[in-house]
């Protein structure tokens, strides 16, 4: 069951909520490919939000590929499209789930670290500013198919070391306790050589090739507030897209 209203006592920000409620009528297809979404001033009335909360979810599900505007006409849920597909960020747990494992995690570590240069570029801090970092071993069917680092901007999401991630997806608590949504990500990936440390864990003999991804993660807002190393076995996992003439 969808919220269809907007909770005033919730954690979450009232922008955050409008724009899963919209969603979901996308998703869950009450709203179809070409229809016509209510006006702003509508929205505006059923919601009890702001007009600048209204334009801020509207132009958000634009960035996302989700609706269109016309000039002069309205907004228009948009048709899928190669782009979406292509681009659509995955989790482990969704994505071993369409291939038809049961999903396992098993945390090795979360500690707070000074960012390192690097990283803090890459997430637009200042080099030394506090992370929280989370390592994790990623199970199908209870067999060793990747390694995640996540480093994530602790003061965005104080307090985020305090679950247990055996449990409980990183990307939900996210939004659930800090209204932090992973809305796009840019990456890079390349094989390399399995570390030492990495080859034990994954259970895998030396010498092993990796697939390994480098991915920075952004906010809703734009904001990068991730930064993500993830190993993953070559050997039982691989990558794909699906195109077309």
């Known amino acids: 069951m969808y919220p269809e209203t907007i909770d005033r006592y919730s954690k979450l920000p009232f922008y955050q909520q ?12 009450e709203w179809q490919p070409g229809d016509m979404i ?23 599900l634009v960035n996302e590929g989700l609706i269109y505007r016309q000039r002069g006409r309205g907004t228009f ?47 637009q801090i200042q080099t030394g500013e506090q ?15 990747s390694i995640e680092e996540s480093y994530l901007v602790h003061s965005y999401c104080p307090e985020i070391l305090q679950h247990d991630y055996a449990q409980q997806p990183l990307r939900k608590v996210l939004e659930t306790d800090f209204g932090i949504r992973i809305a796009s990500a840019k990456q890079v990936i390349k094989a390399i050589l399995a570390p030492p440390e990495l080859i034990d864990l994954l ?43």
């Not at 409008?18 to 297809?29: C, D, P, S, T, V």
């Not at 960012?115 to 803090?120: F, P, R, S």
């Open 77 to 123: 849920v948009a048709h899928p499209s190669l782009e979406q597909s292509m681009t659509r960020i995955v989790s482990f747990t969704e994505d071993m789930q369409q291939r038809e494992f049961t999903p396992g995690t098993q945390v090795l570590s979360a500690t707070l670290l000074p960012a390192e240069a690097e990283i803090a570029a890459k997430l």
């Open 203 to 245: 259970d895998i003999k030396t010498p092993a090739v990796l697939l390994f991804i480098e991915r920075v993660s952004f906010s809703q807002g734009k904001i990068p507030v991730e930064f993500l190393r993830i190993y993953y076995r070559a050997d039982r996992y691989s990558l794909f897209n699906e195109l077309h003439e």
């Open 131 to 145: 992370l929280a970092c989370l390592r994790r071993l990623r199970l199908a069917d209870g067999e060793p198919m």
């Open 38 to 60: 209510p006006p702003e001033s509508e929205l505006i009335e059923n919601y009890q939000v702001s007009r600048n909360t209204v334009r801020q979810v509207l132009d958000m």
């Open 18 to 29: 409008l724009y899963e409620i919209l969603l979901n009528k996308i998703q869950q297809g």
